[in-house]
């Protein structure tokens, strides 16, 4: 689950309550948690290539925002990529598919920032299993190249809100063809739409897999900035609703709390509404597939970011929980009858682009402290 801030003032019913808000314009300006956010003004600045090439991939979209990469420099020239056990989504993604595809984005990400300083990567995929780094990667001076997509780093948001309705014409999905499969204003578009639909509102009822999402709230500037992963609720409405013990964790849990309801019915419609949708497959369904398919994921942000387009993962039809059976079963059979798997589904349109989301600075996700980095 994704939450907005406009959809985390639903859960709480707060509507009534933003109108408070005004007024306190010394208190709004000092909501941003800007220390949350300093990881993307810092991209690039490192002196070690690695360093500078992690500093942008750290930027790359990943489940619940759960950064889960930590790093480890190996002598001069190498270094070893980990996923971190401790930031598992066990409900909602029991097998760490969406987790390892994040790892894809972030090692595609690496490798396009790596290009831009002329180095090529050398990459060896789970060289001592499931239990070891997800990649050794050395760096090659001289071997690599620029990459055109990753002039859109900067820009490039995983969407949080609703379109604004306009078609993604023939020449839109032309641009994204060769990432994923793109269906719009098709019967196929409608069956996809009410297929995620479908499995939205089972997460939605499914109160495990619902509180696995609440867990990770962060409410607030101190909160955000002092754990700058999960789904961040900041801002200044949504901060004087907490202080009044408004809007608490106990409250968004509640699935029968109007406000619950309110934000369920958000996201259907929105799904409802989605003027394209996004399917991804992989010939299998193994470790390399996954980080090939996170590779493409971002890859296709890049382009649909470049295309002015937003992209919004909806993956819970994809998930592998007990509740989630029926609408995954049809999806794969529907969208990989041969044997391949889907790996990614989302929302495409037009819409303003979301905020930055935070992020810690790769300083803090290594396992071995930089020298002269």
């Known amino acids: 689950m994704t939450l907005s801030r406009r959809k985390t003032l639903g859960l709480i019913g707060g509507g009534t309550l933003v109108a408070a808000a005004s007024g306190f314009g010394v208190f709004a300006n000092t909501r941003t948690p800007t220390k949350a956010l300093a990881p993307w003004d810092m991209a690039g600045d490192y002196a070690d290539a690695r360093m500078r090439a992690m500093s942008y991939a750290l930027l790359a979209p990943n489940p619940h925002n759960r950064q889960p990469w930590e790093a480890e420099l190996i002598g001069d020239d190498t270094v070893a990529i980990w996923r971190d056990p401790d930031r598992n989504l066990p409900v909602t993604d029991p097998f760490a598919r969406q987790l390892t595809i994040g790892m894809g984005c972030f090692l595609d990400l690496m490798r396009m920032a790596a290009g831009e300083d002329g180095y090529?990567?050398?990459?060896?995929?789970?060289?001592?299993?499931?239990?070891?780094?997800?990649?050794?990667?050395?760096?090659?001076?001289?071997?690599?190249?620029?990459?055109?997509?990753?002039?859109?780093?900067?820009?490039?948001?995983?969407?949080?809100?609703?379109?604004?309705?306009?078609?993604v014409g023939p020449?839109?999905?032309?641009?994204?063809?060769?990432?994923?499969?793109?269906?719009?204003?098709?019967?196929?578009?409608?069956?996809?739409?009410?297929?995620?639909?479908?499995?939205?509102?089972?997460?939605?009822?499914?109160?495990?897999?619902?509180?696995?999402?609440?867990?990770?709230?962060?409410?607030?500037?101190?909160?955000?900035?002092?754990?700058?992963?999960?789904?961040?609720?900041?801002?200044?409405?949504?901060?004087?609703?907490?202080?009044a013990g408004i809007f608490t964790r106990d409250a968004a849990s509640d699935l029968n709390n109007p406000g619950s309801r309110s934000a369920i019915e958000e996201t259907r419609n929105a799904i409802a509404t989605a003027p394209a949708m996004i399917v991804q497959t992989t010939p299998s369904n193994s470790?390399?597939?996954?980080?090939?398919?996170?590779?493409?994921?971002?890859?296709?942000?890049?382009?649909?970011?470049?295309?002015?387009?937003?992209?919004?993962?909806?993956?819970?039809?994809?998930?592998?929980?007990?509740?989630?059976?029926?609408?995954?079963?049809?999806?794969?059979?529907?969208?990989?009858?041969?044997?391949g798997t889907v790996q990614m589904l989302g929302l495409l349109g037009y819409a303003p682009r979301t905020p930055r989301t935070p992020r810690w600075p790769i300083d803090a996700r290594m396992r071995s402290k930089p020298k002269n980095a």
């Not at 296709?300 to 993962?313: E, I, K, Q, S």
């Not at 998930?319 to 059976?325: D, F, G, L, T, V």
């Open 120 to 167: 090529g990567i050398e990459q060896t995929l789970f060289p001592q299993g499931e239990d070891g780094p997800v990649a050794i990667c050395r760096f090659v001076p001289g071997a690599g190249a620029p990459d055109p997509l990753f002039a859109h780093v900067m820009a490039r948001r995983s969407h949080k809100e609703a379109f604004d309705g306009t078609e």
């Open 171 to 243: 020449d839109a999905q032309a641009v994204l063809a060769p990432f994923a499969q793109v269906f719009a204003g098709t019967d196929e578009a409608r069956a996809l739409r009410t297929l995620a639909e479908e499995a939205w509102l089972i997460e939605a009822s499914t109160q495990e897999a619902w509180q696995e999402s609440i867990d990770l709230l962060r409410i607030g500037k101190a909160e955000i900035n002092a754990q700058p992963d999960g789904i961040d609720a900041g801002g200044t409405q949504l901060e004087l609703l907490a202080a």
């Open 287 to 339: 470790r390399e597939d996954q980080i090939a398919a996170g590779a493409t994921w971002l890859q296709l942000n890049l382009a649909a970011t470049g295309a002015g387009l937003a992209v919004r993962p909806v993956s819970q039809a994809l998930q592998e929980y007990p509740e989630m059976a029926t609408v995954y079963t049809a999806m794969q059979s529907t969208y990989a009858p041969d044997g």
